[in-house]
């Protein structure tokens, strides 16, 4: 699939590419609206309804992946009540094995998240994911998330990279496609992000279900 002595680097997306995406579709399609529901006394229907068309209006911009916005937006705290959900956030069983092949190659692995910093810290507490990473990013700390161009020179300005030797994973094919036209040469799709629904489609990049893939690629190496 790749040419691993030509990678250098690999950026990886949080949600539904190392963790299971379960977590944040229960939390935002679920669990929100619940509580959207008990706090203005409205049906849990009317509350799906609601928070689905504030979600729709800021899609694909920084305020869709704040959790300051929406605490805001809704008058609860966002915070406090994904910390009582914790327990459901949880590492797709081929991710681990997957990093440590990178980190036994020496190719430099660099968590990249659209995801608010506070979110960011709840799950790498919850998860230890951290310890098998080399360099940890939330969007907002450069003002852009990846939908933007500008995120991404932002970024290299930061965390200097070779676009040309770097992979980035995601289960957003949308993202992958701005990746690629920033320069980054190797980009990949995650088929499986929530593992309690249907594989979705890639239509112009490559993608898998399964991190063993790669993982035994890079073992193989001589």
Sequence with gaps: ??????????????????????????????????????????????????????????????????????????????????RSNAKNISIRIDVIAFLIALQERNIERVLLTNAHPDSLSLKMEQTGLDQHLDHLYSTHQFGHCKESLTLWQRLQAHHPFNPERTLFIDDNEDLLLVARQFGIRHVLGIKNPDSTKPMQLFNDCLSIDDYGILTKQLTEIE
């Design 1 to 82: 699939m790749f040419d691993w002595n030509n990678v250098d680097t690999v950026l990886l997306d949080m949600d539904g590419t190392l963790l299971d995406l379960r977590f944040d579709n229960q939390f935002w399609l679920e669990q929100l609206p619940v509580a959207i529901a008990r706090k203005n006394n409205i049906s849990i229907e009317v509350a799906k309804t609601k928070i689905t068309s504030q979600y729709n209006a800021v899609k694909g911009t920084l305020d869709w992946y704040c959790i300051d916005y929406w605490s805001k937006q809704t008058g609860i705290d966002i915070r406090q009540l994904k």
